[in-house]
């Protein structure tokens, strides 16, 4: 079955560290691919999607994800975290076959200031 | 639009009761997805309906849990009888099926079964 993973469930870093999310998804087809955030006690919020073009896409708050099709990967990055970053980070597909929507387990970031 | 309205936002009742969890989509959405939140289990999937027609309720737990949606615009989840393992948040959410959509969530159902 397809299925979307993150390594980490948990990520601790300092404030103005650099920041990468892994996510790997297991299919062969066209996707579309999503970074959701959920900050503390929030519901979930696109941060950032990918459907077609250039791989490397901008979201809100400095975030950036590169999709690698060879590697099967859509990781979210920033280049310095702040303290209001603190959330979870979910990544999720959609698949062209079914338009399935498909989550991965969720990172949990904190930020020490 | 004013997005995924979920009510009511917080519910608190005796296990043994019937508690009903409402969810209005973004119009023009066929897509409708309810979800569960836990600490322990994260977030899960419990039913999808597409077109008003549920396509995938694999995820809902036990008969206790039950889903419809009579229309477009209104979807409930209800749970009968409660108990305190269904102590979680439910988050409904909308979406076009298709390529290039991305699904929109409501603010969550904070439930409490004492």
């Known amino acids: 079955a397809q299925s979307v993973s993150q390594h980490n469930h948990h990520v601790i870093l300092s404030e103005a560290a650099s920041l990468e999310l892994g996510c790997n998804y297991s299919?062969?087809?066209?996707?579309?691919l999503f970074w959701y955030v959920q900050y503390p006690g929030q519901h979930l919020q696109l941060l950032l999607k990918y459907f077609s073009g250039d791989p490397l896409v901008k979201g809100i708050k400095g975030f950036e994800a590169e999709f690698i099709k060879s590697k099967f990967s859509f990781n979210l990055r920033k280049p310095s975290v702040q303290w209001s970053d603190t959330a979870e980070y979910f990544c999720?597909?959609?698949?062209?076959?079914?338009?399935?929507?498909?989550w991965g387990a969720g990172t949990k970031l904190i930020i020490k200031p | 639009d004013a997005g995924v309205i979920q009510s009511p936002r917080h519910e608190v009742t005796e296990m043994g009761q019937e508690v009903t969890l409402r969810c209005k989509p973004i119009?023009?959405?066929?897509?409708l997805f309810w979800y569960r939140q836990t600490m322990m289990r994260g977030l899960e999937l419990l039913i999808y309906?597409?077109?008003?027609?549920?396509?995938?309720d694999s995820g809902m737990p036990e008969d206790r849990f039950s889903a419809k949606m009579p229309n477009a615009s209104f979807s409930t989840l209800k749970i009968q009888p409660s108990e305190p393992r269904d102590s979680a948040v439910y988050f409904c959410?909308?979406?076009?099926?298709?390529?290039?959509?991305?699904?929109?969530f409501g603010q969550g159902t904070r439930l409490t079964v004492v």
């Open positions: 959410a909308s979406s076009f099926r298709g390529r290039n959509t991305e699904a929109f």
């Open positions: 999720a597909v959609i698949l062209d076959s079914n338009y399935q929507l498909i």
């Open positions: 309906f597409n077109n008003n027609v549920p396509i995938d």
């Open positions: 299919y062969g087809g066209t996707v579309n």
């Open positions: 119009s023009g959405h066929n897509s």
